[in-house]
Nanobody, 133 residues
């Protein structure tokens, strides 16, 4: 059974840091395109950061560039999102998701993360991140 499990969310003050983990079971993460997505209250889900399976190319939303870092530990079959200098607008439910279709071979990392993520086949349950003083 394919499964993604997120961990690491919580409450943090503005300017603080959090690290999220996304552990996979039932499949090998480095074979697939994977990303982090968030949904803020009252807003649509959006792509935060993604990483390709082919060459490790990454995408970051403009709102998180320079503050968030996505990485992958193939030995642990886990993808991470390190979030620094957090802002209240970073609050939301963060989910990791993987595309199993191979679509990344014919499109860009950005397109996968911004447009096509809605069709990703495997999603974690999400973890809440709250940035507040």
């Amino acid at each position: 059974q394919l499964q993604l499990v997120e961990s690491g969310g919580g409450l943090v003050q503005p300017g603080g840091s959090l690290g999220l983990s996304c552990a996979a079971s039932g499949f090998t993460l480095d074979h697939y395109f994977i990303g982090w997505f968030r949904q803020a209250p009252g807003k649509e889900r959006e792509g935060v950061s993604c990483i390709s399976s082919s060459d490790g190319s990454t995408y970051y939303a403009d709102s998180v560039k320079g503050r968030f870092t996505i990485s992958r530990d193939n030995a642990k079959n886990t993808v991470y999102l390190q979030m620094n200098s957090l802002k209240p607008e970073d609050t939301g439910v963060y989910s990791c998701a993987a595309d199993l279709s191979g679509l990344e071979r014919i499109t860009t990392v950005e397109a996968m993360c911004v447009i096509y993520f809605r069709d990703f086949e495997s999603w974690g349950q999400g973890t809440q991140v709250t940035v507040s003083s």
